[in-house]
């Protein structure tokens, strides 16, 4: 199956710090990725949609100049969290979508946990 | 945004034993996929769907693509300890790009 790679897979910082997260395609490329949000024993929460070359799509209540997000190429997207405070501690998943005709696979990365101080 | 009912929750089950778990929605799916997800990790695909009534096996694991367009469930036969983590599905219509996900269930294999 595709490959999706993430960076850092964890990261401490110091409240009020930006945290940038990388999120690659290894080997297809991607208009379209997501950001996801996972809190402990629950399912994926998704962020927002981010679209190659133009401007990404936020789910209801995701701040967006809270959590920036770049999708500069069609194998990269970047989440930045912005002046990090404890809250924003969790783990942050990206996904890619993958086409093979008609038919449209979503491939994870392996995850990056924040941890902010 | 919308979340597809899973069930079970959870499951404890011996190990050698199968194991089904299913998920519904009350809109209609063009593709269903089924992840598994060990601690720590992303979700891994196990199976990807994109017909009605399709059945699709991988290994141990076979998953169908319910006849209605609102349902899949998902199968594992003859559980190992390695099968241990939690289960996902996530369905696609055909309106938008996004995948919505199941609340999804915990499996532990009792050796």
């Known amino acids: 199956g595709a490959v999706v790679s993430q960076h850092p897979s964890r990261v401490i910082c110091k409240s009020g710090t930006s945290v940038k997260i990388e999120c690659r395609s290894l080997?297809?490329?991607?208009?379209?990725m997501f950001w996801y949000r996972q809190f402990p024993k629950q399912s994926l929460m998704l962020m927002a949609t981010?679209?190659?070359?133009?401007?990404?799509?936020?789910e209801q209540g995701v701040e967006k100049d809270k959590f920036l997000i770049n999708h500069a190429s069609l194998t990269l997207s970047t989440l930045t969290v912005t002046s990090a405070h404890p809250e924003d501690s969790s783990f942050y998943i990206c996904?890619?979508?993958?086409?093979?005709?008609?038919?449209?696979?979503?491939?994870f990365g392996p995850g990056t946990r924040l941890l902010v101080l | 945004g919308q979340q597809l009912n899973q069930s079970p929750q959870s499951m404890f089950i011996q190990e050698g034993e199968d194991v089904s778990m299913n998920c519904t929605s009350s809109?209609?799916?063009?593709?269903w996929l089924w992840y598994k997800q060990d601690p720590g990790e992303g979700p891994v695909l196990l199976i990807a769907?994109?017909?009605?009534?399709e059945l699709t096996s991988n290994g141990r694991l076979t998953a169908q693509f319910g006849i209605t367009r609102k349902d899949s469930f998902l199968n594992i036969s003859a559980s190992i300890p390695s099968d241990v983590g939690i289960y996902f599905c996530?369905?696609?219509?055909?309106?938008?790009?996004?995948?919505?996900f199941g609340t999804g269930t915990s499996l532990t294999v009792i050796p």
């Open positions: 981010s679209n190659e070359g133009s401007k990404a799509t936020y």
């Open positions: 809109s209609i799916f063009n593709t």
């Open positions: 080997d297809f490329q991607a208009t379209t």
């Open positions: 996904s890619a979508l993958s086409f093979s005709g008609s038919k449209e696979t979503q491939y």
């Open positions: 769907l994109y017909k009605a009534g």
């Open positions: 996530a369905g696609r219509s055909n309106t938008g790009n996004q995948f919505y």
